[in-house]
């Protein structure tokens, strides 16, 4: 398991907690708002927070894996700024399809898709700094020697 493996699970998951926090306050505010649009446009938000927190770590595990391990590898930024493309294709795509939908809060679903994305950054910077993992490795300090190469007096 690579070591960035852990990391990425993390920010999926605490994406997902994320969301489904911004899928019920978002649907008591689109309720309060506009009953039945505000509640569809808070939820459909919350999904495409999620799923673009989910495409990021996703594309990030596959480059790791595809490259073995080798960030510096282009199949590595080959599928990562493929992920990247994706979702600002896909979100274009969403915007232009949701805009006119008689269904759809527009001001709902534009705030909740601004709480989503600030929220995803946050949960991204607040999982990995506090997640302990090594600037570097397979390094030997000066003074650090193997256990067989100590020498006793």
């Given amino acids: 398991m690579n070591s960035a493996t ?26 309060l708002v506009d009953p039945q649009r505000g509640i569809a446009s808070a939820l459909i938000g919350a999904a495409i927070a999620f799923g673009f927190v989910a495409i990021t770590a996703i594309t990030v595990l596959a480059g790791v894996r595809t490259s073995k391990g080798d960030m510096l590898h282009p199949s590595f930024f080959a599928i990562v700024l493929g992920g990247w493309f994706t979702k600002f294709v896909l979100f274009l795509v969403l915007i232009v399809v949701l805009k006119d939908q008689p269904w759809v809060n527009t001001v709902v679903l534009f705030l909740t898709l ?30 650090d020697e193997k256990p067989s190469e100590r020498t006793t007096p």
Avoid: E, N
């Fill in 114 to 143: 601004v709480v989503g994305v600030v929220g995803s950054l946050a949960v991204d910077v607040i999982v990995i700094a506090r997640s302990r993992m090594p600037y570097v490795s397979d390094i030997t300090l000066p003074g």
């Fill in 6 to 31: 852990p990391i990425l699970k993390r920010i999926i998951l605490w994406g997902g907690i994320l969301a489904a926090a911004i899928a019920i306050v978002g649907s008591i505010v689109g309720f």
